[in-house]
């Protein structure tokens, strides 16, 4: 059974940064995206960054765009997310996700329907 489990969330201040983590087992192939998605109060799921396990390709939002960074470890199946200069609007739960080897891809890996397999989430708080 697949599964996902993110770690590293906090509190921190503003341009403070956090090192999110997601772990994952039950992979039965090997070509699969796995991407970081956050919901705040009130908003909709929104898409940050994803990457490919194979080969790391990778796909980040202009939200977020040179400050997270998306990268793999495809021997522990895991992906991190290093989110520098952290904004109060940046709070959220922050959870990883995939889905289906032709399903799920770089190409549409921000629309959230298309995640099958989610992550417990981990809570981001930035807070003076």
């Known amino acids: 059974q697949l599964q996902l489990v993110e770690s590293g969330g906090g509190v921190v201040q503003p341009g403070g940064s956090l090192r999110l983590s997601c772990v994952g087992s039950?992979?039965?192939?090997?070509?699969?995206?796995i991407g970081w998605f956050r919901e705040a109060p009130g908003k909709e799921r929104e898409g940050l960054s994803c990457?490919?396990?194979?080969?790391?390709?990778?796909v980040s939002a202009d939200s977020v765009k040179g400050r997270f960074t998306i990268s793999r470890d495809s021997a522990k199946n895991t992906i991190s997310l290093q989110m520098n200069s952290l904004k109060p609007e940046d709070t959220a739960v922050y959870y990883c996700a995939t889905g289906p080897l032709s399903y799920y891809t770089t190409r549409n890996c921000f629309t959230s329907t298309r995640a099958t397999d989610w992550g417990q989430g981990t809570q981001v708080t930035v807070s003076s």
């Open positions: 039950g992979f039965t192939e090997d070509y699969y995206t």
């Open positions: 990457i490919r396990m194979s080969d790391g390709r990778s």
